[in-house]
């Protein structure tokens, strides 16, 4: 039996120490917005927190994970920067399928956390490890510079033109 | 933390009133009961309609998919006493935003205040909502006007049900924002304190339903509706197919056969077995060909854990025999693809006499294009869970066809189709993939082995990657005569593409109409001798429909054809791209050799070149065509009519002095006739723009000994945020005119991207690329 740390309350895992903590969350705990996408830290749907540091629960085992404090998307709303970035995902429409998008803002907040105001540059280096099949990448660098206080993306309506971009 | 789910999470109120899963019959015996007589517009059952005819005019659109549409007030809305609107989403949720969309429509015509409205989505049951296929770019297109009828019927009966409160006539009384208005004295009713006596009323004759004018829209066109599971998505609460939690549920895996074609000789179990977890291993049938929606067979690994599931199939040790398949080698299937492109076959279309035209003409161009085959990588792979008790299966899953999943489920588990329930997830991305419900029988299977116990079956990405219904490989050669001032006279297209129709019909050797349809016979140019072939070709594995199907090498061919000719012409390739269209005209697309036209009517959805046009001048406009750019740097453009949509597409690119390939802007023009919710039409047309980019820098599956080469993100790369175009405008030609009828939204973003990312390049660099995907092309050694 391991006890985990996650979104601030002690959680009760029965589960082989080398096992993942992706499948902790999800199969044992059922925290399933931690989302499965390749299982080889590709893709980034997995992606928490450890300790403030955005980490791929795909290959992370549960024993490397004790001690810790872990954030999930469950719970990032309870951090500041968090329910910003949860708010402007839902202001911009970023989502569209929506599968990737909870490792998304984890990512998006760990970096907000550490630099709040990112460069298009800062902004690619960290995003860069999470795949969205949709293709909502625009939106999400549009999303994190409005959290960050920068210009947002206009929408012309009188053409019905708009543009998206950071 | 959420709790096992033991019931499926319908959440209709036990005091809603109008409907919600009472059944047809139980309504009509409340009507008997209450003497009301059934009105004229009450049987809207157009599948009924369908099979009671003999003999009836051609149908389209919606009227010629299986089971029609409905538009039964009492099938898609429920009313509750505090005035919650409950709509029904038949529709499945894959990021198009559908189950935003559609009930923004039903709420539109109900003047339904949208923060009292839940959306709660249909298990599969085509008898009673109508189609359910969520492809072809069709939900709204299909669903548009039945769902404004379902509006404006609920909304007639909730004015009759107050005008009869206050012993007025029904004309005197107006429904707005969820209440009804007595016009004289001002007095009012909520939706709430109607939907009882409203609920007894007959629903109102189809024709005499009133309609809101455009101008009387709420939420329709106005873009302004956010996405009705935003908050769920981005708190982590959505339930995607890969999310079901049930009590006591198992998981499971299976190891499939390598080759498609393969079966299991032999396999031993037992160190699988030892992996703590692991609870049994079965074996699945292979099923014979043709491979239609059937699973593959292989070995399942069932465990207490998805991770011990994998560590378990690891463990197996299996002997595959490959059969006919196993010598599938895409390097030489690409050489066999060109040999059948450089000669004669079938002809699919011909004007004129375009061998003696290109014999005659002053210039001849050709050129030849390859586009490889594609697995859809939806983030979410494939993923169901089933349960069997006493004869009834009961199956959660993210599907694209949830009666054909209820369908194929009862004849494998040989079961009354009613014994099969479906409830339909949010999926994470189809993009065709989940159309096909080879991974549910898989889930049903494995829940019959364990006696019936629930379990969830998840595919891992390699399994994705490995077992999808691939899109086609396709080799396109293009011959073309100009004269002496560069105007093309001559035309053949040598289109050679295993065939979807292979899947279900293993012989199959040329592709059917609806791949021929999509941009190759259909090409509306000017040029008197004009012929496409369609040689043969074998499939050996499974093809089938991904995101806009058989236009993406189409349009890749075509389009960067055209900017070939348009160079050897010494043309400004945008000119000489308006020529080749010719003017303002509507073409019976029958004329065009094109009998499928998207499965819509040919005098409804004629290809209006006038329209085409139109796009391709917007977005050269937008775009600023023929801007001077640095060295490096260069435009290119390209347009495709493809889901009854007309889209153009410029694309920026900049190529550095390593051949490193950036793409600073796309502007994408798109005419999809009214815009029901503009802003999820923009957001599938950037997300359609970064698809296009995808597949043509990155995207390739290939074979080798009848295999699937790559197995994960490292060797089947997406594009990610550091190389997707940094800004995308997307042009909405308007129409306020909402008699027009709709285009597909979904996919024909998609196809114009690659030839136009490929003429810029050639713009910015004087390179040609004609074998996708361009990945390293541009490097300097």
Known sequence: MTTLNINGKPHKVDLPADTPLLWALRDQLGLTGTKFGCGMALCGACTVHLDGKPTFACVVQISAAVDKKIVTIEGIGQDATGQKVQEAWVTLGVPQCGYCQPGQIMAATALLKQNPKPSDADIDKAMSGNICRCGTYCRIRAAIKQVAGQRRPSYEKATGSSRIEG | ???????????????????????????????????????????????????????????????????????????????????????????????????????????????????????????GDEVRYGNQDTDGSRSMRHFFMPMRRVGAAARAMLEMAAAAQWRVPVQEVRAELHHVVHNATGRTLGYGQLAKAAAKLPVPAREALRLKKPAEFRYISKGQTGIYDGQDIVTGQAQYGFDTHLKDMLYAVVARPPVFGGKVISYNAKDALKVPGVVKVVELPSSPPPADFNPLGGIAVIARNTWAAIQGRKALKIDWSKGPHGSYDSVAYKAELEAAARKPGKVVRNNGDADAALKDADKRVEAEYYAPHLAHATMEPPAATARIIKGNCEIWACTQSPQACRERVAKWLKLPVDNVTVHVTLLGGGFGRKSIPDYVIEAALIS?????????????????????????????????????????????????????????????????????????????????????????????????????????????????????????????????????????????????????????????????????????????????????????????????????????????????????????????????????????????????????????????????????????????????????????????????????????????????????????????????????????QLRKS
């Open chain 2, 1 to 123: 933390m959420k709790k096992p789910l033991d019931r499926p999470e319908l959440r209709a109120d036990d005091d809603s009133l109008f409907i919600a899963n009472i059944s047809r019959r139980a309504f009509l015996k409340d009507l008997a009961l209450t003497g009301f007589v059934l009105a004229a517009g009450f049987s809207s059952l157009a599948w009924a309609e369908e099979t009671a005819a003999p003999a009836q005019p051609e149908k389209y659109g919606a009227d010629a998919m299986p089971h029609g549409w409905i538009d039964d007030p009492l099938v898609f809305v429920a009313i509750a006493n505090d005035g919650t609107v409950t709509i029904i989403c038949h529709r499945s949720e894959m990021g198009q935003g559908i189950r935003t969309s559609l009930p923004m429509v039903v709420a539109d015509e109900l003047e339904a205040d949208w923060q009292k409205v839940r959306v709660e989505q249909a298990p």
């Open chain 2, 448 to 776: 019959k082995a364990m006696n019936g116990k629930p379990v969830k079956l998840v595919w891992t990405r390699e399994d994705d990657l490995h077992h999808a219904y691939f899109h086609t490989v396709s080799v396109e050669r293009l011959e073309a005569g100009l004269d002496d001032e560069g105007k093309p006279v001559a035309w053949l297209h040598r289109t050679v593409a295993p065939s979807i129709s292979s899947t279900f019909a293993p012989d199959t050797k040329h592709q059917m109409p609806a791949e021929l349809g999509m941009g190759v016979i259909n090409v509306p140019f000017v040029i008197a001798n004009l012929r496409v072939e369609n040689p043969e070709a074998e499939a050996h594995t499974r093809i089938g429909w991904f995101r806009s199907v058989s236009n993406i090498p189409h349009a890749f061919a075509i389009q960067s054809f055209v900017a070939e000719l348009a160079a050897a012409a010494e043309r400004d390739h945008k000119d000489f791209l308006l020529d080749l269209i010719g003017p303002a005209r509507r073409i019976d697309p029958r004329t065009l050799g094109d009998i499928w036209n998207q499965g819509e009517s040919p005098e409804t959805y004629p290809v209006d070149t006038g329209r085409l046009r139109r796009v391709i001048e917007t977005v050269a406009r937008e775009a600023n065509w023929g801007r001077t750019l640095p060295k490096g740097s260069g435009l290119g453009l390209a347009t495709h009519y493809s889901f009854v949509t007309y889209v153009a597409v410029v694309a920026e690119v900049a190529v550095n002095e390593d051949g490193e390939l950036s793409i600073p802007r796309i502007d994408v023009a798109v005419d999809c006739g009214p815009q029901v919710n503009p802003e999820r039409i923009r957001s599938q047309i950037e997300g359609a723009c970064i698809m296009g980019v995808s597949l043509a820098t990155l995207g390739e599956i290939s074979f080798k000994d009848g295999a699937v080469m790559q197995d994960n993100f490292h060797d089947y790369q997406l594009t990610r945020m550091d190389s997707a175009p940094h800004e995308i405008r997307v042009h909405l030609l308007p129409s306020t005119e909402f008699d027009t009828p709709l285009g597909g939204v979904g996919e024909p973003g998609v196809p114009p991207i690659a030839p136009a990312l490929c003429n810029a390049i050639f713009a910015a660099t004087g390179q040609r690329i004609r074998q996708l995907p361009i990945r390293d």
